[in-house]
C-alpha cells in the first residue's frame, strides 16, 4: 500500500510542478533583447598609402555583431562593453568615439597604418586581432590585444590594412588589494 501512495504522489506531484514551473516562466520578466548591430551601408573603400591608391567594394557591413568588431582603414568610433557575471556580456556600436569604453581608430600616419584604441575601462581587456591588407580576400589572425585599464593602446604596420576585426573580448581578473 506504501507503494502505490508514493507512486500516486508522485504522479500528482509532477504535473503540479509543471504548471508552477509554466506559471513562473509566464510571470517572469521578458529578457533584454540584444542592441540590433549598425551597419555601414554598401559602399567603396578608398585610400592612398605611399603614392598607391586603393580601392576594395564592401557590401552591407557591422560596426560590431557577436561580440566583434570591424573597423576599416580611415575610421573611428567608440564600443561600448556591457559586463555581466565578471565576462563581457556585449558589444555595441557607438558613433561617437569620446562616449564608448573603447575609442577605436584606424588611421594612415606618412608611410604607416596605425591602430590606437583608448580603453576608458577601470578592467583591462582582451582581445583576438585579425587584420585584411589589400588585395587579399580573408582576414588573418595576428595576435593578441591586451588593452590596459584606463591606457591607449597602439600599433603600426608599414603596409596598408584594410579591415580589423577584434573578436573574443575578456575581461583580466580584478587586481587583488
Request: include cysteine; aromatic fraction near 8%.
Amino acid at each position: 500500500m506504501v507503494r502505490s501512495v508514493i507512486g500516486g504522489l508522485s504522479v500528482l506531484i509532477l504535473p503540479l510542478v509543471s504548471i508552477l514551473s509554466l506559471s513562473a516562466a509566464q510571470n517572469a520578466p521578458p529578457a533584454a533583447p540584444a542592441e540590433e548591430p549598425v551597419y555601414r551601408q554598401p559602399f567603396t573603400l578608398k585610400f592612398k598609402f605611399l603614392d598607391h591608391e586603393y580601392t576594395d567594394p564592401f557590401d552591407k557591413t557591422p560596426y560590431v555583431a557577436e561580440n566583434c568588431v570591424y573597423i576599416l582603414a580611415n575610421e573611428r568610433f567608440g564600443v561600448h562593453v556591457k559586463v555581466e557575471n565578471d565576462e563581457v556580456a556585449q558589444l555595441t556600436y557607438e558613433k561617437d568615439p569620446t562616449k564608448g569604453d573603447l575609442d577605436i581608430e584606424l588611421t594612415i600616419k606618412k608611410a604607416a597604418m596605425m591602430l590606437t584604441i583608448l580603453n576608458r575601462m577601470d578592467r583591462a581587456l582582451n582581445m583576438e586581432l585579425y587584420m585584411r591588407v589589400t588585395n587579399k580576400p580573408a582576414l588573418f589572425e595576428l595576435n593578441k590585444v591586451d588593452l590596459v585599464a584606463k591606457r591607449p593602446y597602439m600599433v603600426i604596420w608599414p603596409y596598408p590594412v584594410e579591415e580589423i576585426a577584434l573578436k573574443s573580448p575578456t575581461l583580466h581578473p580584478k587586481p587583488v588589494h
